[in-house]
């Protein structure tokens, strides 16, 4: 890969992520790589953007994140086209979307210019309300009342079937996502590579099990004000009886993957 532009985005709020930041972008600027750092990053020589969104506005032939998954989803959402994210797990927890660690940026730099890698494109899903569509989701996207003492009446629908019950909301979970808050609900693992999603119903009165759907439309109706949570980071709102439109998003996430792994998110987790 021709490593024209690259931005390095860290951690919000962490100081190991921000210095791992700054050694890196040196890394790029030291190879004659145009690199952007987002503010409150400043390197001499590195282009500072004071917001995420700005990363919209460049053709960038690479992102690279310093942080935990959080760092990841929230770069994925301001990305509208298939930029390539390389992830290195640095101040996160289990880091499950990371590649590499900060001590083997190195030579993930070279093998990268040298073309040793391959990209691992992922679904993502986005939300409509009212005419408005939302940021895209990696992981999930989570419907719940807003009212936490009233029970919702949901009704979903995909495809020509119709599934209506009271629950406290559902969540429309991506492969990359089975492994978060549906897996947590009692929804299955899946093959991060499929191009399905998953319907997975919280707290229903009646026992409703998770589903496995083609990726198209889903229409989501809520007797009740609700809220859309988008990968657990931004919220928006519907009100009662507003349709909420469910799908694929146009552009897929793209990972650079240096590493030949099976079941990558499995793997983290343990099994």
Do not use: W
Request: proline letters at 4%; hydrophobic letters at 40%; charged letters at 25%.
């Amino acid at each position: 890969m021709k490593l024209q532009k690259v931005a390095v985005v860290s951690k919000v709020g962490s100081k190991e992520s921000e210095q791992a930041a700054k050694d890196v972008a040196k890394k790029l600027l030291a190879k004659k790589i145009i690199t952007y750092t987002i503010s409150p990053i400043e390197v001499e020589g590195a282009k500072k953007m004071e917001a995420l969104e700005e990363l919209k506005k460049e053709n960038l032939d690479l992102v690279i994140t310093l942080g935990g998954d959080g760092t990841t989803l929230r770069v994925f959402r301001n990305l509208e086209n298939e930029t390539p994210i390389l992830t290195i797990n640095v101040g996160g927890n289990r880091g499950i979307l990371a590649e590499i660690t900060i001590e083997e940026i190195d030579d993930a730099i070279n093998q990268i210019i040298k073309d040793n890698f391959f990209l691992d494109k992922r679904t993502r899903v986005t939300a409509s309300c009212g005419g408005k569509e939302f940021p895209p989701a990696l992981n999930e996207i989570y419907i719940s009342r807003a009212n936490l003492t009233k029970t919702a009446e949901i009704e979903i629908k995909f495809q020509n079937d119709t599934v209506k019950q009271k629950m406290d909301g559902v969540i429309i979970a991506t492969p990359s996502g089975s492994t978060g808050h549906s897996f947590s609900l009692g929804g299955p693992i899946l093959h991060e590579s499929l191009d399905v999603l998953i319907i997975t119903p919280v707290a229903p009165v009646y026992r409703l099990a998770s589903m496995v759907v083609p990726d198209e439309r889903i229409e989501i109706i809520c007797s009740h004000d609700c809220n859309i949570a988008i990968d657990a980071q931004v919220v928006k709102t519907a009100g009662f009886g507003e349709s909420i439109i469910i799908k694929k998003y146009k552009k897929p996430a793209v990972f650079v993957r240096l590493k030949k792994r099976g079941l990558r998110q499995m793997s983290k987790l343990g099994f």
